[in-house]
Structures are given as structure tokens and as C-alpha cells.
Nanobody, 121 residues
Framework: QVQLVESGGGLVQAGGSLRLSCAAS????????MGWYRQPPGKQRELVAN???????NVLDSVKGRFTISRDNAKNTVSLQMNSLRPEDTAVYYC???????????????WGQGTQITVSS
């Protein structure tokens, strides 16, 4: 019953900004790392940014200074603020989290449904 639901995708012009949010819900015991991956058309999926439970972030070099990841442990959410967007940022963006369901002892990897980000030139 654990799931990740994304919101905030869409179309934006180069230089613009978007904010993605992802909420984990269901029978959650605890959440370790949360983050965002993306898959541009015709390319492999890559990690964009993730963030540990204590707030320590890890960000892809090509988006450093433009994207900021944050999380709210009380709300089980993670967000990605994307500024100065470029056409090469166009991709399907997927939320990802390592979650231990309640009443279990092992962490599993969960994925959001994916949301399209299109940056026009």
C-alpha cells in the first residue's frame, strides 16, 4: 500500500522555473533516502538529486547551482526546485524513496509514476 505520488510537472520556457513535489503515503515505517531521477528521451535514467533523512543532499553536477532538493520528514515529502531550466533538462522525472513499510524489517525501493518536464528553447 506504500506509494509515491508526484506533482508539479509541465511545460516551461528555457530560463524558467518549476517545482516538483512527491509525497509518500500508506503504511510507512520509516524512510531513508528520497530523491529524483530523470530519463531524457532516448537516454538512460540518471540520478538528479537525492537527500538523506538528516538533510544531507547529493546533486548531479550538471544541475548544481540550479536545482535544490529538500524534504519534510514530518510530512513524508521531497521536493525539487528547478531554476534556470534548459532544454536538456527535458525528461520524465521520477520520484524515488527507500522505504520500510510498517511492521516489516527491510527497506524497499519505491518509484513515483513519472511526470513529464518539457523545456522549450
Amino acid at each position: 500500500q506504500v506509494q509515491l505520488v508526484e506533482s508539479g510537472g509541465g511545460l516551461v520556457q528555457a530560463g524558467g522555473s518549476l517545482r516538483l513535489s512527491c509525497a509518500a503515503s500508506g503504511s510507512i515505517g520509516s524512510i531513508n533516502t528520497m530523491g529524483w531521477y530523470r530519463q531524457p528521451p532516448g537516454k538512460q535514467r540518471e540520478l538528479v538529486a537525492n537527500i538523506a533523512r538528516n538533510g544531507s543532499p547529493n546533486v548531479l553536477d550538471s544541475v548544481k547551482g540550479r536545482f535544490t532538493i529538500s524534504r519534510d520528514n514530518a510530512k513524508n515529502t521531497v521536493s525539487l526546485q528547478m531554476n534556470s531550466l534548459r532544454p536538456e533538462d527535458t525528461a520524465v522525472y521520477y520520484c524515488n524513496a527507500e522505504i520500510r513499510p510498517r511492521f516489516t524489517s527491510l527497506f524497499d525501493t519505491y518509484w513515483g509514476q513519472g511526470t513529464q518536464i518539457t523545456v522549450s528553447s
